[in-house]
């Protein structure tokens, strides 16, 4: 939450977050499709990247169903989300699976706690974890 910057400065250049995705990853057609049904369920902003990453998970879940067509079982399910290569929600990086990996996105974004200016900075682009 934002509260994240009310640290005390003692702790200035000691803070560093990590995110899945970052806010100029997000396609605006998306996120307007993201508020739209959020708006007017009393959802706290204080979760949104939570809340983002849950509703791309959503869209994934679509995605997958749409594969697998009428005949649906769990295991049709599982092995057509394996098949999943390059998945773009606009929400957060591309997510890829197969049945050895089933962690989508494997890297994300830091940004330092900046405590001075109340705020977040990025401290580069996305990192891709080995």
């Given at each position: 939450t934002r509260d994240i910057v009310a640290l005390p400065l003692?702790?200035?250049?000691?803070?560093?977050?990590?995110y899945?995705?970052?806010?100029d990853n997000q396609r605006s057609d998306v996120m307007r499709e993201y508020a739209s049904l959020m708006q007017g369920q009393g959802a706290s902003r204080a979760f949104q990247p939570a809340q983002v990453s849950a509703y791309a998970a959503g869209l994934l879940l679509v995605e997958g169903l749409k594969r697998t067509g009428r005949d649906l079982s769990r295991r049709k399910l599982v092995a057509t989300l394996e098949t999943v290569q390059g998945f773009e929600s606009g929400l957060i990086p591309p997510v890829s699976y197969n049945a050895d990996r089933r962690i989508g996105s494997m890297g994300g974004y830091l940004l330092a706690v900046d405590l001075e200016r109340k705020g977040l900075r990025p401290l580069g682009g996305y990192v891709r974890l080995p």
């Amino acid at each position: 939450t934002r509260d994240i910057v009310a640290l005390p400065l003692s702790l200035r250049g000691r803070v560093t977050l990590a995110y899945p995705t970052a806010p100029d990853n997000q396609r605006s057609d998306v996120m307007r499709e993201y508020a739209s049904l959020m708006q007017g369920q009393g959802a706290s902003r204080a979760f949104q990247p939570a809340q983002v990453s849950a509703y791309a998970a959503g869209l994934l879940l679509v995605e997958g169903l749409k594969r697998t067509g009428r005949d649906l079982s769990r295991r049709k399910l599982v092995a057509t989300l394996e098949t999943v290569q390059g998945f773009e929600s606009g929400l957060i990086p591309p997510v890829s699976y197969n049945a050895d990996r089933r962690i989508g996105s494997m890297g994300g974004y830091l940004l330092a706690v900046d405590l001075e200016r109340k705020g977040l900075r990025p401290l580069g682009g996305y990192v891709r974890l080995p």
